[in-house]
């Protein structure tokens, strides 16, 4: 089965700093890519970033805070999420898609997501 879990949320204050996991199983995790999305409270879900074979890709609110990098030997990806702003305040979920894109709809299957809350 296709699986992937998001990990590494928690409360942290504006201006602090919180590190995602994503750890897949049950597909060939370096043909695929992977997005990271959030949801805040009564929000659509919107992607943050997305990391392919070769290039990775940002919101352009998130530009210059958030890194998103890959380990193939561990099947993960991470999420550094630095300068946090409450705006971040979300529930993140990581998905795979056959290629980076923003559009939800092309990625699945989503499992739980984390959430991370910042506070002001």
């Known amino acids: 089965d296709v699986q992937l879990q998001a990990s590494g949320g928690g409360l942290v204050q504006a201006g602090g700093s919180l590190r995602l996991s994503c750890t897949a199983s049950?597909?060939?995790?370096?043909?695929?890519?992977i997005g990271w999305f959030r949801q805040a409270p009564g929000k659509e879900r919107e992607g943050v970033s997305c990391i392919s074979a070769s290039s990775t890709y940002y919101v352009d609110s998130v530009k210059g805070r958030f890194t998103i990098s890959r380990d193939n030997a561990k099947n993960t990806v991470y999420l550094q999420m630095t300068d946090l702003k409450p705006e971040d305040t979300a529930v993140y979920y990581c998905?795979?898609?056959?290629?980076?894109?923003?559009?939800?709809?092309?990625?699945?299957?989503w499992g739980q997501g984390t959430l991370v809350t910042v506070s002001r």
């Open positions: 998905a795979a898609g056959p290629y980076c894109t923003f559009q939800s709809t092309v990625f699945g299957p």
């Open positions: 049950g597909f060939t995790f370096t043909d695929v890519g």
